[in-house]
């Protein structure tokens, strides 16, 4: 069958059908249950099987189980006529992963949520299928702070993503653009720093605006059903609120964070165009104080436990402008007194607090490459996105990494050449070249390697206004991502990418039953372009690894 990501092994298909219908029952080992629930609420919904409770030993029923004998995230799917479809996984999550799999093997239909065709024949092909993913961390950023997503939008994402067995939703939460998660000991954060009066439309030299306020915020209730979603699919939600710079908007609403010594904060409103702002936060004990309120709420609402990766808290850390702290008599004294080198070394200071202070709560910090720089706090793990150089430097140094290079799977990236592409920015990063994508670079070690802990694509939002912008950039390119960081795939110049695209024709039917607005591999439909907005394109060819 024409599964993606492509499974480690298949023996078959070859035999008779597992056939099913109204008779086919469901029996669930202990923990299974998510699992369960989800078949008959997602397949059982989209196919009308009912899908009663049975025996483990139907004839043709379906049965899922753990089996300690398979790696967490492996699983086993059997499907042999008269002894019915048999699911194992090494854990509750791989017998989910299996579960994927046996939503592929039953057609486009099995994507939609209600049946199209009631009474048609129903059946798994006979076959053997073992497989287990590459990397543990399988990971999608959606920038919900340039422009916001609304609660359903990220609920439907965590189901997108589950269908293609990622595991890791980075919410990129605060910017300078907004602030996106309630935190009620602040509320100016919601009621001021959530929303703008006017966006720019197109990159930041386009002279187009939208003149509608844009904003929108999650409740702590939404965050909390948003983590629970995402548990139920073993997807791990790691939140991040993006410290010191990108703060443009926290300083908005609460104008003691910025550098006031600097300049008039209480003059500043939440960012309405785009680019890095020059308002970053102060290094004050202020400052410290009020993140800390805010990450008290933060771990609250993403608990420790809730899925594998869930210990994670990122930081952001990334490109924090220095011109106000050079400036600020406040920042020189901090440095003076912590007897710091300069701005580079306050900047991993002020990481380093957070980093302290996650640990000493059993939580694990994550940032950007730039916190490299000015030396790395002890505990804390690295999102590489300005290439592979961060995450090289940083495996070398013993921390963990999650490799998400913006010259590979910055999906916000243009797909194609020429003029079609709406809003075009950044380098042409085809279906192709993400399918040709290399997590680990060349040059560690075996022990280095080890602390590539996985990969993630990226998906910001500047030019992506909307959901079916969103949609436009991710897919296809995250199902060949989602392969890179699942399938045991050879070296990216031996990758069968024609087979790949064999498997993408069966691919786009299921894309299409979700109902996502992918972008077709002849181009973009007229709705989906946008002519006359300027977009920044640029050229170059992936970097070698
Ligand atoms: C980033 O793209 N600034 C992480």
Not at 353 to 365: E, Q
Not at 510 to 516: C, H, I, K, N, Y
Request: negative net charge; proline residues 8%.
């Amino acid at each position: 069958m024409e599964l993606i990501p492509a499974p480690y092994a298949v023996e078959g298909p070859a035999g008779p059908e597992v056939p099913l219908g109204d008779g086919t029952t469901l029996w669930a080992g202990p923990g299974a249950q998510r699992t369960e629930r989800w078949l008959r609420a997602t397949l059982g919904a989209a196919l009308g099987l009912p899908l009663h409770p049975g025996p483990r030993d139907a004839r043709d029923g379906v049965r899922l189980l753990l089996d300690d004998t398979l790696a967490p995230e492996a699983y086993r799917l059997s499907a042999v006529a008269g002894q019915g479809v048999e699911i194992r996984g090494g854990g509750p999550a791989g017998v989910f992963w299996g579960a994927q799999t046996l939503r592929q093997l039953l057609g486009p239909d099995a994507f939609r949520r209600a049946p199209v065709r009631r009474g048609a024949a129903l059946g798994v092909p006979h076959q053997v299928i073992e497989d287990a993913p590459r990397f543990r961390w399988r990971g999608l950023l959606l920038d919900v702070a340039r422009h916001f997503m609304p609660k359903e939008g990220v609920l439907r994402y965590l189901d997108l993503m589950a269908a293609h067995k990622l595991n890791v939703l980075h919410l990129h939460l605060t910017d300078d653009q907004g602030w996106r998660i309630e935190i009620e000991r602040y509320p100016k954060l919601t009621e001021i720093a959530s929303w703008r009066t006017r966006t720019k439309f197109g990159h930041r030299a386009s002279p187009l605006w939208d003149d509608r306020p844009h904003g929108g915020f999650y409740t702590q209730d939404d965050i909390r059903e948003i983590v629970a979603y995402a548990a139920e699919r073993h997807v791990s939600v790691v939140p991040e609120i993006d410290v010191p710079g990108h703060s443009q908007a926290a300083i908005a609403a609460y104008p003691e964070l910025g550098n006031t010594d600097v300049v008039d904060t209480t003059a500043l409103s939440v960012w309405d165009t785009w680019g890095i702002s020059a308002n970053v936060l102060a290094p004050t004990d202020t400052t410290l104080r009020f993140y800390e309120g805010v990450f008290e709420e933060v771990l609250e609402l993403f608990p420790a436990d809730a899925a594998e990766f869930s210990a994670f808290v990122h930081v952001g850390g990334d490109e924090c402008r220095k011109e106000q702290w050079t400036e600020s008599v406040t920042a020189k004294t901090r440095i003076t007194d912590l007897g710091l080198a300069g701005e580079d070394e306050l900047q991993s200071w002020f990481i380093g607090h957070f980093d302290a202070w996650l640990s000493a709560r059993g939580r694990r910090l994550i940032g950007w490459d730039e916190i490299l720089e000015g030396g790395l706090a002890p505990g804390a793990a690295v999102s590489s996105w300005r290439g592979y150089a961060g995450g090289i430097a940083a495996a070398r140094a013993g921390h963990d990494v999650v490799m998400c290079p913006e010259q590979y799977v910055y999906l916000d990236h243009r797909q194609a050449p020429g003029q079609d592409e709406p809003v075009p920015i950044g380098f042409v990063r085809t279906l192709e070249d993400v399918y040709r994508f290399e997590p680990v670079p060349d040059g560690l070690t075996e022990a280095e390697a080890r602390h590539v802990l996985g990969t993630q694509a990226n998906v910001w939002t500047e030019a992506l206004e909307d959901a079916a912008r969103v949609d436009y950039q991710t897919f296809p390119r995250l199902a060949a991502f989602a392969e890179v960081a699942w399938s045991p795939l050879p070296a990216p110049a031996e990758r069968d990418y024609a087979d790949f695209e064999r498997r993408m024709t069966a691919h786009y039917r299921r894309l299409d039953a979700l109902g996502v607005a992918y972008r077709p591999p002849t181009g973009p439909r007229p709705w989906q372009r946008r002519p006359g907005v300027l977009g920044r394109p640029l050229d170059g060819p992936p970097p070698n690894r």
